[in-house]
Each structure stands twice: as C-alpha cells, then as structure tokens.
C-alpha cells in the first residue's frame, strides 16, 4: 500500500468532487475509491454480514458492499479480490466506518 502518485491524486480530488467523502487506497500502482453506502446498502450489508438471508455466507457481503460502493474501474476491483483475497474485509471495515460506525457516544450518569 502506498501513497496516491501526483496522477491518482488528481484522479481521487475528481472523484471526491463528485460523490463526496471517500476512502481510499493505492495499491500495485492502481488507485481504488469508495463513496459511503446509502442506508439501504448498508443495512443490507449487515444482514448478509450475519448470514440472514438463505444462502448467504459472511464474507461475500464484504465483497458486495465494496463492489456497490466502487466509484472506480470494477473490472480491476475484481482483480484486486483475486490477487488480495482478504482486501475486501478490509475496505468493507472502512466502508463501516465512513457510515458512522467509529462515531462514539457516551452515556450520562445521573
């Protein structure tokens, strides 16, 4: 994993411009974006993720929310899937958090 090349930082305040915050990555040369999952992604994620629905299995949640999320070239998104099979966790983690999950609240004492 590196830091974006003066190119891909272009490429990525383009593309920040038109879907807002985005989490990121450079990887083998080859930038990858993500925009926030809309409420509905998200929920639908979590369901998956919990192996709700029938035939659903943890890990291919990971793997669609990234792909639902993609604002950049999926057919190399799915080569990184294949050369980095475990990628997907971590970008759905990074999608979490962009939603809101690393927001905390702290509950008062009487």
Do not use: W
Not at 79 to 107: C, H, Q, W
Request: contains cysteine.
């Amino acid at each position: 994993m590196s830091k974006p090349l003066p190119d891909t930082a272009e490429q990525l305040a383009a593309l920040t411009k038109e879907h807002g915050k985005l989490v990121s990555q450079v990887v083998d040369g080859k930038l990858y974006a993500f925009k926030a999952p809309d409420l509905t992604q998200y929920e639908d994620y979590q369901e998956r993720r919990m192996a709700k629905k029938p035939g659903d299995t943890p890990g291919v949640c990971y793997r669609d929310l990234a792909q639902r999320c993609c604002v950049t070239d999926q057919a190399e998104l799915q080569a990184l899937f294949k050369r980095y099979p475990a990628v997907s966790m971590n970008i759905a983690n990074a999608l979490a958090d962009l939603a809101g999950a690393e927001i905390e609240f702290t509950v008062g004492k009487d």
